[in-house]
């Protein structure tokens, strides 16, 4: 709960215990609980600065507090941190239940709210005030008593559901390991992924020459270099099966009990479903606009992954392989596609494509943009030894951020990757400065290897930087609207744009060099890379439109959900 004493100003993690965490977020319930009793029998008239600013500094030592534990349990979840959550979690809901229906302190909002016009507010502050409102709406805060206990009651069920099925589905991938026992288990694969393979086995202690996890650095380069199609079948059902199959982490009962208590709590609410509740305040309005663009998406993107398994097809065919292609089959043909069609495959690329040199770029492209410089500092407490730390500065050279990059995959980490913050930029409270970080989940290579990266790879890292920028370039006042917390169908213009110059001439001529001799990426190289870029674009498109469909569709149901879901 104490303001971080580190003269960097990110939190000291090794003098933080995970028995604190508990107690401390019941401290900082009840300080916040009392921050908000204070506003609410307040008696001056409800406005902006009676109201909404008070409410933005309440709940300081809850927000400090959890903000570390849940960006923790993200990164380093070990059992003990898994157990707190779970208990916390319905703990929390119940706290911000009774703080969004409390009609003491919702009075007050909407009296603010209500006479907005006569205020003179800015037009940040305008939207702080509309959105703190429609907050409450959301909440419940219009219902009457019973239906406001079922909602408090849905969204502490909700609440730990949510994080029992992320914790099964950790618990599903960190538990898979698929071990190469033999030199033929090797087929096909590169130095640089045996090398870390072998790594990994010796971190897990498994007697092999290398593992396959289910971490997408190690599971996709697999399936598209190795020759061994048994193998490449193994690693695929492992992925498709993590936590939907029977046993401790089996998420598949979960799901209908998540859907169910999402539509009932839409309907009380005034929703038809649980879909139309969250696009109401989206851009698209409706699941059925939302629903058109992405069937509008998923014909085309369809259409066109059609014709490249025909063409996959052929080659698999001429490589004989019996039957039709499987899913396992996609990745491995769709490489020896790529090479022939346009002479250029991922070993040939990835040595130009180290870890230190890509972070380079990134900082260069931020300075180059936008003028901040980035300085890696030691000496600074981090959550884990591989994490790397920079101190950020403006222009004119004074400190403006603290960035930390979290790279390598591990057991106790959530997969995927992703931006977040220790604190957000505001001046509310003082020129408080950001504290931002990013995840990725690269295979670390063994110690004194480079770290290579895929194309893929790298065009994530600029992604989750874009993100990061977001968070590191605020300029607000109020800690409601800092960083990326924007509307949702603005939050991904930032990294999606930082993707753009993965590349550029740029890019690539400075930072694009051969780990062993420095060699700048040949531009006939570079040309191919981009003439393959949409290459196996409608597979990949398909592929996530279809998962896009499926959820809207399952949060479109007005009735019960399907029981069997995987019928």
Not at 412 to 418: I, M, P, Y
Not at 425 to 439: A, T
Not at 550 to 562: N, T, V
Request: contains cysteine; hydrophobic residues 40%; neutral net charge.
């Amino acid at each position: 709960l104490a303001k971080s004493n580190t003269p960097s100003g990110g939190p000291p993690f090794a003098e933080i215990k995970t028995s604190d965490f508990e107690p401390a977020i019941d401290i900082g319930m009840a300080r916040g609980r009392a921050d908000i009793d204070v506003i609410s029998a307040a008696k001056t008239p409800a406005t902006f600065e009676t109201v909404i600013v008070p409410m933005e500094k309440a709940g300081q030592d809850l927000n400090r507090a959890t903000t570390v534990f849940y960006n923790l349990t993200g990164m380093l979840s070990t059992p003990p941190l898994q157990k707190i959550e779970g208990k916390l979690s319905s703990k929390l809901s119940a706290h911000a239940s009774a703080i969004n229906q409390d009609p003491k302190i919702f009075a007050r909002v909407k009296a603010a709210y209500d006479s907005r016009a006569a205020q003179n507010l800015t037009g940040p502050q305008t939207k702080l005030l509309e959105d703190t409102y429609a907050g409450f709406v959301r909440s419940g805060a219009l219902l009457n008593p019973a239906q406001k206990k079922r909602v408090a009651d849905i969204d502490a069920r909700l609440s730990t559901l949510q994080v029992e099925f992320g914790q099964n589905v950790l618990a599903g991938q960190s538990s898979f390991a698929l071990p190469l026992k033999t030199k033929e288990d090797l087929a096909g694969l590169s130095d640089s992924f045996i090398a870390a393979a072998a790594a990994e086995a010796k971190e897990r202690k498994i007697d092999a020459l290398g593992v396959v996890t289910l971490s997408r650095s190690s599971f996709e380069p697999f399936l598209t270099m190795s020759t061994r199609r048994d193998l490449r079948e193994a690693v695929q059902k492992g992925w498709m099966a993590v936590s939907g199959t029977a046993g401790k982490s089996d998420n598949r009962p979960l799901i209908p009990e998540i859907v169910n208590l999402r539509n009932e709590k839409a309907k009380l609410l005034g929703f038809k479903s649980f879909a139309h509740f969250q696009l109401d305040n989206k851009m698209a309005k409706t699941p059925e606009a939302a629903m058109d663009m992405m069937m509008g998406v998923w014909k085309a993107s369809l259409a066109t992954a059609k014709r490249e398994r025909a063409m996959l097809q052929e080659l698999a065919a001429a490589d004989g392989l019996e039957g039709p292609l499987k899913s396992w089959d996609w990745w491995h043909y769709a490489e020896k596609v790529r090479k022939a069609k346009f002479d250029v495959d991922e070993s040939e690329t990835k040595p130009y494509f180290e870890l230190g040199n890509m972070i380079e770029a990134i900082h260069w492209h931020a300075n180059h943009l936008f003028g901040i410089s980035f300085k890696k500092i030691t000496g600074v407490p981090t959550w884990h030894p591989d994490v790397v730390v920079y101190e950020v500065s403006d222009p004119s050279g004074k400190p403006m951020a603290l960035w930390y990059g979290d790279f390598f995959a591990r057991q106790t980490k959530q997969s995927g990757a992703w931006m977040s913050s220790f604190r957000d930029q505001q001046r509310l409270i003082g020129d408080i400065k950001p504290v931002v970080y990013n995840v990725c989940n690269y295979t670390k290579a063994p110690a004194g290897q480079p770290n290579l990266l895929s194309l893929d790879d790298v065009t994530t890292l600029f992604h989750e930087f874009g993100h990061a920028l977001h968070g590191m370039l605020s300029d607000v006042t109020y800690p409601s609207q800092s960083g990326t917390s924007v509307k949702r169908d603005f939050v991904e213009f930032p990294s999606q744009l930082m993707e753009h110059w993965v590349t550029t001439p740029e890019i690539l001529t400075r930072f694009a060099k051969h780990y062993a001799t420095g060699e700048v990426i040949p531009r006939p190289l570079v040309d191919k890379i981009i003439a393959a870029k949409n290459f196996n674009q409608g597979w990949a498109t398909s592929e996530f439109m279809m998962a896009a469909i499926m959820d809207m569709k399952m949060h479109m149901i007005e009735g019960p959900a399907p029981t069997n879901v995987d019928a």
